[in-house]
């Protein structure tokens, strides 16, 4: 194995890991300084800290009699996921190419991943997806709403007919995006008894503070809160999270509709290049094959622009990268690099 791949950005304009580019106004900053140095470093943060959650709850939209369990991100919860699962035998179904910390999560747990491919168009392949369900009775289905790398927002009756197929399974339903699709199962948490519902805060502007967490019914949660590592979430994201919570609207809202309308303006004028194919994406990055992904890469790398090339990830995404939508100036520049190489 290899641990996971974060490179150094140094000195580029980051457009790889699908953050939001924008920083605090800098008097909220000041502010949430001024509450930091309140916070009591001396003492463990609160397992379970019930004024966050009902904040979370009350802000995010989470239906009354749904529990909501915090993680270090969510990558924490997938990981919490794979442990409360690994059962001798249990298997953990996505389809791919997918994120790649489901697989790993799996991995890690030592139990089976089943990877089932998307269609080559990268669209869902719900009839492979439920012949998977009904042949590996998976402990675990992912369902990543969109989804990444391919930016893919499923349709719902697919997705209701794999959650009704998936009876014996927990399907999780990833919502990482959601302030870029503005499409959410969150309403209907509590509607099927086998899902849960996943978000961060990482995509909407706070991928620092590692906070991420699960909707659902509070049978689930209280199964997966058994293989929470005490104090996991730490008290000066805990602090941070309730004092941002307040500014979703005004200002990490705003910052999103910022971004999904610069998505549209960089994803007519990819596909305007010669030799690009845009995926069309419901998240903050698009999906784009082009004739020579390496090289590409290279282009950009000598431009100080870091971008992923996802091309060796999985055969269906053959010669594609992922370009994370930047600030308008950054997104100007990598159109400027990507035109040395495609013209
Ligand atoms: C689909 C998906 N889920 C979860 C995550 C992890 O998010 P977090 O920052 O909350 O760990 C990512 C991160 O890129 C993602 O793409």
């Known amino acids: 194995m290899t641990g996971y791949p974060v490179a150094d950005a140094t000195g580029f304009i980051k457009l790889d890991a699908m953050e939001n580019p924008f920083t605090l106004p800098e008097a909220l900053a000041a502010q949430l300084g001024e509450r930091l140095a309140r ?13 966050l959650i009902e904040k979370l709850k009350r802000v995010m939209g989470v239906p009354d009699g749904c529990g909501v369990l915090l993680g270090n ?4 919860i997938i990981s919490m996921i794979a442990v409360a699962c690994a059962k001798p035998g249990a298997k953990l179904l996505a389809p791919v190419p997918g994120f790649v910390m489901y697989q790993m999560s799996a991995k890690l747990a030592q139990i089976e991943f089943v990877g089932v491919p998307h269609r080559p168009d ?37 997705m209701e007919r794999i959650i009704e197929a998936a009876r014996q399974s927990l399907v999780v339903i990833d919502e990482a995006y959601q302030p870029f699709a503005q499409r959410s199962w969150l309403p209907r948490a509590l509607d099927f008894d086998n899902i849960v519902v996943m978000r961060t805060v990482s995509k909407l502007g706070l991928a620092g503070i590692r ?16 293989v929470r590592p005490p104090y996991n979430v ?6 941070a999270a309730e004092f941002l919570l307040d500014h979703v609207d005004d200002v990490l809202e705003a910052q999103a509709a910022g971004l999904r309308a610069e998505r549209t303006l960089l994803a007519d004028a990819i596909a305007a290049l010669p030799g690009a194919a845009v995926f069309p994406s419901a ?21 100080r622009i870091l971008i992923k090339n996802v091309s060796k990830i999985h ?22 690099a990507l035109k040395l190489v495609l013209k």
């Open 315 to 336: 055969p269906l995404l053959a010669n594609c990268v992922r370009l994370t939508v930047g600030t308008p100036d950054e997104n100007a520049q990598m159109l400027a």
């Open 234 to 239: 730490n008290v000066l994201t805990q602090a």
């Open 73 to 76: 991100g969510s990558d924490e």
């Open 39 to 51: 916070v009591a470093l001396n003492r463990y943060p609160a397992p379970r800290p019930a004024a």
């Open 283 to 303: 998240g903050n990055f698009l999906l784009v094959r082009v004739p020579d992904a390496d090289a590409l890469f290279e282009t950009l790398l000598t431009a």
């Open 211 to 226: 906070l991420g967490y699960l909707a659902g019914a509070p049978a689930w949660l209280d199964e997966l809160d058994k």
């Open 122 to 158: 990268l669209t869902l392949d719900t009839e492979a997806m439920l012949a998977a369900i009904a042949e590996h009775q998976p402990a675990v289905v992912y369902l990543a709403y969109p989804n990444n790398p391919t930016g893919t927002l499923y349709p719902a009756e697919d």
